[in-house]
């Protein structure tokens, strides 16, 4: 099983709702990370988590938080966003601590916030 | 720092013709060179990899060599079908132990008419 399932594939959210972004694999691997693609422009990385533990915040507001329950499992929980993280959300995952691994991703969320 | 170019799209192509994208790179070392593709409405998927000089890597009928000497790893196929028109994005990660984050390139559309 090579596929990583994200949920909601939609999410149409206002500036002062709390929402979540659920992402799941089950190819034992220890590496994920969530991405922020904008229209027509590469990922943008966003997190990384390493053996269950942040190891890479890219700078991103506090709006968005990340969190690792388990090795198969990484949500991201949204509060007071604006319009302009109006974005597909991706999540990927990958072996851990190797170079050349590549990453499987998710289909992504598409997030819009109003 | 390391930077991926990839030419300009969209890129247009009747069915069976061939295809060439570019792309180069600027890394220090010996980085692990990938195409990824998206499909409309998707996420990323891996296309192919390389992670050393002259290795070529292959997939679905394209086909891709890690050139040292030029910096470059051109996607190529054969003869496109109409069920090949996405966006393809060159990436890399540079050679160093731990975690490294992907470069991705700009992107190339590509699309193929009946």
């Known amino acids: 099983d090579t596929e990583v399932t994200q949920t909601p594939k939609h999410l149409v959210m206002g500036m002062t709702n709390k929402k979540s972004l659920k992402c799941e694999q089950h190819?034992?691997?220890?590496?994920m990370y969530w991405y922020k693609q904008k229209a027509k422009k590469p990922p943008e990385l966003m997190f990384v988590y390493s053996y269950e533990k942040l190891s890479i915040n890219e700078s991103v507001p506090s709006r968005f938080s990340p969190e690792c329950p388990n090795s198969s499992l990484l949500n991201l929980h949204l509060h007071a966003l604006q319009p302009e993280d109006s974005a597909l959300y991706l999540c990927?995952?990958?072996?851990?601590?190797?170079?050349?691994?590549?990453?499987?991703f998710g289909p992504g969320t598409r997030l819009t916030v109003t | 720092g390391n930077s991926v170019t990839q030419m300009e799209g969209p890129v247009t192509l009747s069915e069976e013709a061939f295809l060439t994208i570019n792309c180069t790179y600027t890394a220090t070392g010996y980085p692990s060179l990938f195409w990824y593709v998206q499909y409309p409405g998707e996420g990323l998927q891996l296309l192919l990899k390389?992670?050393?000089?002259?290795d070529k890597g292959s997939n679905k009928g394209f086909e891709a060599t890690y050139r040292k000497e030029t910096t470059s790893f051109h996607l190529e196929k054969g003869s496109v079908q109409v069920s090949d028109s996405a966006v393809y994005f060159c990436?890399?990660?540079?050679?160093?132990?731990?975690?490294?984050?992907?470069?991705f390139g700009t992107g190339t559309k590509l699309q193929v008419i009946p």
């Open positions: 990436a890399l990660t540079p050679n160093s132990g731990g975690y490294q984050k992907v470069t």
């Open positions: 990927a995952s990958s072996a851990a601590g190797g170079r050349s691994y590549e990453q499987y």
């Open positions: 190819m034992g691997h220890r590496a």
């Open positions: 390389a992670t050393k000089a002259d």
